[in-house]
């Protein structure tokens, strides 16, 4: 238990405004906003990649949706001075 530390990027002396809720609704939320124009991607890349787009568009909006609500919680860290 030593080795134990935050995560990359993170900050690093907990207080009232570091909160892992934060990241989680955050998380949860680009989830659901992906989930939402999952169809419409679909559509567009059916014509293109064929019976692909399905699993193509679940793996890239999955990934895209990491990517932004990590960038979203540092854009916010940034904002209340965390960081």
Same mark, same amino acid.
């Given at each position: 238990?030593? @080795? &134990?530390?935050?995560?990359? $990027?993170?900050?690093?002396? =907990?207080?009232?405004?570091? $909160?892992? +809720?934060?990241?989680?609704? &955050? ?6 906003? #992906?989930?939402?124009?999952? /169809? @419409?991607?679909? &559509? !567009?890349? /059916? =014509?293109?990649?064929? +019976? +692909? #787009?399905?699993? !193509?568009?679940?793996?890239?909006? $999955?990934?895209?949706?990491?990517? &932004? #609500? ?14």
């Amino acid at each position: 238990m030593a @080795e &134990v530390r935050n995560l990359p $990027s993170r900050a690093t002396t =907990p207080g009232k405004r570091t $909160s892992p +809720w934060k990241e989680r609704i &955050v998380l949860i939320t680009c989830l659901v906003g #992906a989930w939402q124009i999952s /169809d @419409e991607v679909i &559509v !567009a890349l /059916d =014509p293109h990649i064929g +019976w +692909w #787009a399905k699993p !193509a568009t679940v793996i890239g909006l $999955s990934l895209l949706a990491l990517v &932004v #609500a990590n960038q979203l919680i540092l854009f916010i860290e940034k904002l209340q001075g965390i960081r």
